[in-house]
């Protein structure tokens, strides 16, 4: 669950590589089209003229051919004028020393006759030559009628003919200003698209990094459960294989790295404990040994006397008796073996990362039908998969001797609870897992005792269903030899068994 929550909280990073790229695209898709604008203001009308310029060289050129070796009269020649003027909105008039009009391109002759013969006879000073040829001229020139300015060509022709054309520079500006506005709309629409789409596309690039990192981040914190999914076969999903594969070689390596520190740490402590575990192994196993070897000494002399041969429901009782003794002896001497492999560190501790529910989850599956013989209620909280670094087959063996003490105390209700808490402090992640069981609380005065050897609280108690006092021993044993907190709570209404287990 955190792991998606990382994931939502990525989204509004400041230094998120989606939106960097993102941001790199629209600018640079932005500053393009700022600059085709620029572009266009200041060099698009000087290429509009220039345009002009040919496309009036061009009408002169054909005219000039047309009147020296064809037939300007002619009604192709004439359409095919119309349409070139049209196309570049030009102005044509062409004149004879008789000033009779030859060609003309528009109805207001006069006006063009006028503007002709000033251009050659007195010209002003708002003209600004641009071109100058043989037999023509090309300037820029204000029409002091109109206010207008035009680009205009005149001169003479290969027959003598006077000729004049013009078009308005008006146009070319009006035309300008409106390329630059529909290149400014366009822009804009075309980047609002563009970010939308790159802001998608950096979202499906960068979707796979963005996983690599809350892996590496998980990877940090010692998790090894996220996986990289690889979506195909480009360089960041073999990034993602490869961080797969890291992850498995660090948990495994860990996993080696606590198993050895924890069992140099219990060769450290077992040298000095040696000597004194093995002083009070004997005294316990004597001590405790010697009621069930007296009671086994006594009916066997009896049986073998003959007490009651006449009464065989006496002698089976002195047998199941002898029977019942020598079971509860090999069940504690069997108990003893493992307490004592436990304490003298030669049973090796594992240290492995699975999940403490399914453990507790599948044991009490595994009990139940010691749970309905004994007509006890188990809850057990509800909680996703904790995973914890222990050794999972001792950890099996602490829950069922907490389980099994419960059972054998549960009283009143007859309720057993188990629960999970977790734990975080600043060095490290734990989990509590307890087990309550409802009943009388345990003396204040032998809270103290209840994990030695062979202590046992209600002997009467104990006794009856053949305990031996040693599971509260195997559970400190093995929680020792883990370097792991275990516990007891008085409550009113029970008691309360608790162990700790780390999560990283």
């Known amino acids: 669950m955190k792991h998606v929550k990382k994931k939502t909280v990525m989204f509004f990073n400041r230094h998120s590589i989606k939106q960097e790229i993102a941001l790199v695209f629209i600018a640079v898709m932005a500053g393009t089209i700022v600059l085709c604008w ?49 196309m570049y909105n030009i102005g044509l008039l062409v004149i004879d020393a008789a000033s009779d009009t030859q060609i003309s391109s528009t109805r207001d002759v006069d006006k063009l006759q006028r503007r002709l013969y000033d251009n050659f006879f007195n010209p002003g000073n708002d003209i ?48 300008v200003s409106l390329s630059n506005r529909f290149l400014a709309y366009v822009g804009v629409i075309a980047a609002l698209i563009s970010a939308v789409l790159i802001w998608f596309v950096t979202t499906r690039i960068t979707r796979p990094i963005m996983e690599l990192k809350n892996i590496s981040e998980e990877m ?29 070689t660090l948990e495994r390596t860990i996993s080696e790295l606590k198993t050895a520190n924890n069992e140099l740490m219990r060769d450290i402590e077992k040298k000095e404990q040696i000597d004194e575990m093995r002083k009070e192994f004997l005294s316990n196993v004597s001590h405790e040994l010697k009621t069930p070897i007296a009671l086994i000494q ?21 047998c199941d008796v002898i029977m019942d003794e020598a079971g509860k002896m090999n069940n504690m001497v069997r108990k003893l073996l493992d307490l004592n492999q436990l304490e003298f560190g030669n049973d090796v501790v594992t240290m492995e990362r699975f999940d403490i529910t399914a453990l507790i989850r599948n044991f009490i599956v595994s009990a139940e039908i010691l749970i309905s013989q004994n007509d006890v ?34 009283n009143g209700d007859k309720i057993i609870e188990i629960k999970y808490r977790l734990i975080e402090e600043e060095h490290a992640n734990r989990v509590r897992i307890s087990v309550f069981n409802t009943g ?41 030899s883990m370097n792991q907190r275990y516990g007891v709570i008085n409550y009113t209404n029970g008691v309360e068994f608790w162990f700790e287990l780390e999560t990283k």
């Not at 060099?43 to 310029?53: D, S, V």
């Not at 000039?64 to 020649?77: K, L, Q």
């Not at 940090?220 to 498995?248: A, C, P, V, W």
């Open 440 to 480: 009388e609380p345990i003396p204040e005065e032998s809270l103290p005792h209840i994990w030695e050897k062979f202590y046992k609280v209600d002997k009467a108690r104990t006794r009856e269903y053949g305990g031996s006092g040693v599971g509260l021993s195997i559970v400190k044993a093995i929680m020792e």
């Open 220 to 248: 940090t914190k010692l998790r090894f459960e996220t996986k990289y999914e690889s979506r195909g076969q480009n360089e960041i999903d073999q990034l993602g294989e490869h961080m797969n594969e890291l992850s498995s």
């Open 38 to 86: 620029i572009i266009n203001n200041i060099f698009l009308e000087n290429f509009y003229i220039q345009n002009k310029k040919n496309a009036i060289k061009d009408a002169y050129y054909r005219i000039n051919e047309v009147v020296t070796y064809g037939d300007i009269s002619s009604d192709a020649f004439r359409l095919e004028l119309r349409k070139t003027c049209d």
């Open 377 to 410: 209620k188990v809850r057990v909280d509800e909680a996703a998969p904790i995973y914890v670094w222990a050794d999972e087959f001792k950890t099996e063996e602490i829950v069922r001797n907490f389980f099994s003490n419960a059972m054998n105390h549960t």
């Open 128 to 175: 600004a030559y641009l071109d100058e040829g043989s037999s023509y001229y090309m300037a820029k020139a204000m029409d002091q009628s109109t206010n207008t300015e035009y680009l205009e060509m005149w001169g003479l022709l290969d027959n003598g003919n006077l000729f004049l054309i013009r078009s308005p520079i008006e146009s070319i500006r009006d035309s």
């Open 298 to 318: 006594g009916y066997a002399e009896g049986l073998r006397e003959g007490i009651n041969d006449d009464d065989t429901e006496s002698r089976d009782f002195y």
